[in-house]
């Protein structure tokens, strides 16, 4: 009996190293990763400095409706689109539920294809219809 006794009182003992070891166990589970074969190193290449595309500093004439809303000056089509968007933000026009759409007024309106509602999406391909 006295064995018995003596495993009762190691049991208590035993479970507080017995929630450890699994810790330790995922420690050691882990092994490094295996190195994978040295491959041979290329010459750095050299980077050209990025040069801007001509197209989309082209300067526009935009339509009459389009005029309304960025004004009637020649300007490149990144520029109309910056103007388009600070009219909507000046104006409160995207909605508010869902960014991605624009609620057009009656100066949008023409511009958009008398449309209620229209896509940041679509706004570019409105947009090159009014430029020419």
Known sequence: MATK??????????????????????????KPAAKKAAKPAKPAKKKSARKP??????ALTPSAALAAVVGAKALPRTEAVKKIWAYIKANKLQDAKNKR?????????????????VSMFEIAKFLGKHLS
Request: aromatic share 4%; charged share 35%.
């Open 5 to 30: 006794k003596k495993a009762a009182a190691k049991k208590p003992a035993a479970k507080k190293p017995a929630a450890k070891k699994p810790a330790a166990k995922k420690a050691a589970a882990k």
């Open 53 to 58: 595309n001509a197209a989309f500093m082209k």
């Open 101 to 117: 759409n624009v609620n057009t007024d009656a100066k949008l309106k023409v511009v958009f294809g008398n449309k209620a509602q």
